[in-house]
Nanobody, 118 residues
Framework: QVQLVESGGGLVQPGGSLRLSCAAS????????MSWYRQAPGKERELVATITSAGVMTNYADSVKGRFTISRDNAKNTVYLQMNSLKPEDTARYYC???????????WGTGTLVTVSS
């Protein structure tokens, strides 16, 4: 069955770094654009970063540009989010999203919690 399993979240001090991973299975990973979303308590889920199916193009929310980097390894069916210079406002649950580039079918992971606090 389809699975998106996020990992790498945790508690980090402001200015620190974390690397999130999302391991995919049960579908043809290379046919899917991959994204990271986040949802902070009491707020709506927001798009953080997207990478196209072949990894050629990326897009970022203005709030994370220059600090976060999305990448993927299609041989490992994994997408990553490198987060540097973390701020308290980056605190949220981070979700992995897969969207089929042909059909638009979408899958979600269950998320990994990132807390930025001193």
């Amino acid at each position: 069955q389809v699975q998106l399993v996020e990992s790498g979240g945790g508690l980090v001090q402001p200015g620190g770094s974390l690397r999130l991973s999302c391991a995919a299975s049960g579908f043809t990973f290379s046919n899917y654009h991959m994204s990271w979303y986040r949802q902070a308590p009491g707020k709506e889920r927001e798009l953080v970063a997207t990478i196209t199916s072949a990894g050629v193009m990326t897009n970022y929310a203005d709030s994370v540009k220059g600090r976060f980097t999305i990448s993927r390894d299609n041989a490992k069916n994994t997408v990553y989010l490198q987060m540097n210079s973390l701020k308290p406002e980056d605190t949220a649950r981070y979700y992995c999203n897969a969207k089929n580039k042909y059909t638009g079918i979408t899958f979600w992971g269950t998320g990994t919690l990132v807390t930025v606090s001193s």
